[in-house]
Nanobody, 123 residues
Framework: QLQLAESGGGLVQAGDSLRLSCVVS????????VGWFRQAPGKEREFVAA????????RYEDSVNGRFSVSRDGPSNTAYLQMSRLMPEDTATYYC????????????????WGQGTPVTVSS
């Protein structure tokens, strides 16, 4: 069993940066990936980025590649999503998720989810 808690969302202007945090707690060895997803109003939740916890390998959705960066800190069990050059279309509630994941792009593969943190980017 894992618990995830996101923080760091807020209201920013286009072009600004924001860093989201995701603290993962619970039983060790029950996760291999921490992923970030987002859901904009009226839209389905979509994959944003993911990091393999041990190797540090990352994966990004095309629209955020080069603007967003995912990282993790092992000792604090925290994953980060550094978002730069934010655009209004990045406005969404951002969720971190984890578990023993085979397909990082598929939200069905993630067993544990945080409550979400809202990000609003004004033009």
């Amino acid at each position: 069993q894992l618990q995830l808690a996101e923080s760091g969302g807020g209201l920013v202007q286009a072009g600004d940066s924001l860093r989201l945090s995701c603290v993962v707690s619970g039983r060790p060895f029950t996760k291999n990936v921490v992923g970030w997803f987002r859901q904009a109003p009226g839209k389905e939740r979509e994959f944003v980025a993911a990091i393999y916890w041990v190797a540090g390998t990352t994966r990004y959705e095309d629209s955020v590649n080069g603007r967003f960066s995912v990282s993790r800190d092992g000792p604090s069990n925290t994953a980060y999503l550094q978002m730069s050059r934010l655009m209004p279309e990045d406005t969404a509630t951002y969720y971190c998720a984890s578990g023993w994941v085979h397909n990082v792009l598929s939200e069905a593969d993630y067993d544990y989810w945080g409550q979400g943190t809202p990000v609003t980017v004004s033009s």
